[in-house]
């Protein structure tokens, strides 16, 4: 590789690195396999740069790739005791962060391979198309993993949004707002768009 395709590739890593960690995360839900997933497809892409036509397209599909397998491997559903400990988070007073706290959370509770199938469609914008491209699977199944991964999305939330009042006798139930997911900005309008 000369110098004008090495400096090519270290621009290519600065701008990309901090998104494509991002979907590495939102795909397996560990920051460290995320790293992981990130600098392995990297160091891939290294050895091919001069050879890979679309780097953006190729690095994309090795991180959702190694994020999914890694998350997938026996040693990785070990959990710590430490993980038992609840979580402590604070109040976010414009309540974005907390949207995003609990979409993050119910996310979690998605299938990885679903998840995946989410990220790539609703916060990538991927097409049906470049998400079976990515995952390495045909566009069919990643309409049924859309959509068997929203419909694990829309219980998890409702059965977050469900609130018991109880004020003297009386017992009611009522929803919060739902969390916005997809380009339309609800869990229904992201299930449109499969």
């Known amino acids: 590789m000369d110098g004008d395709d090495e400096d090519g590739f270290r621009e290519f890593v600065r701008v990309r690195f901090d998104s494509l960690r991002t979907l590495a995360y939102l795909t397996c839900g560990d920051w460290q396999i995320a790293e992981d997933a990130v600098a392995g497809a990297m160091a891939r892409l290294y050895l091919r740069w001069e050879r890979v036509a679309s780097p953006d397209a190729y690095v994309r599909t090795m991180v959702v790739r190694a994020a ?92 977050e949004d469900i609130l018991i009042h109880t004020e003297g006798n009386d017992h009611g139930l009522s929803r919060p707002r739902r969390a916005g997911f997809g380009s339309a900005g609800t869990t229904a309008g992201a299930h449109q768009h499969r």
């Open 68 to 159: 999914v397998r890694e998350k997938r491997r026996p040693w990785r559903r070990e959990r710590s005791a430490g993980d038992l400990l609840p979580d402590v988070a604070g109040p976010d007073l414009s309540g974005d962060v907390d949207e995003r706290l609990r979409l993050r959370a119910a996310l979690q509770k998605v299938p990885p391979r679903q998840r995946a199938v989410l990220v790539l469609r609703f916060l990538e914008g991927l097409s049906v198309d470049e998400t079976a491209e990515v995952l390495g699977c045909r566009s069919g199944t990643v309409k049924s993993q859309c959509s068997r991964g929203l419909d694990t999305l829309r219980t998890v939330l409702a059965a």
